[in-house]
């Protein structure tokens, strides 16, 4: 699947067991595990300019493009599926 097609994908949480601990991708999934079917657009609007911590301690500010490539790397780990229509 390409980077560019996840934008346009409805998905869902698949397998949630490779998410381990706290942080952005946790924080991610269990919004999304919440939400049930949403799309890159909905995610966006939920955590586009909020701080969130990282490994290093340190806080980033979420933009668009963390947020697609991160649930790009859920579609491709299997965290996240795209919904069959």
């Known amino acids: 699947m390409a980077y560019t097609t996840v934008r346009t994908l409805t998905l869902q949480v698949a397998d949630t067991s490779k998410v381990k601990g706290w ?3 946790a924080q991610f999934v269990e919004y999304a595990q919440k939400k049930g079917t949403f ?4 995610l966006t609007k939920r955590f586009v ?6 490994k290093g301690g340190e806080a980033k500010k979420a933009n668009t493009a963390r947020i697609v490539r991160y649930a ?6 299997g965290i996240m599926a795209p919904v069959e229509v």
């Not at 799309?39 to 909905?42: E, S």
């Not at 300019?49 to 990282?54: A, C, E, F, I, L």
């Open 23 to 25: 942080g952005f991708l």
């Open 39 to 42: 799309t890159v657009h909905d």
């Open 49 to 54: 300019g909020k701080q969130v911590p990282s």
């Open 72 to 77: 790009h790397w859920c579609v491709q780990q």
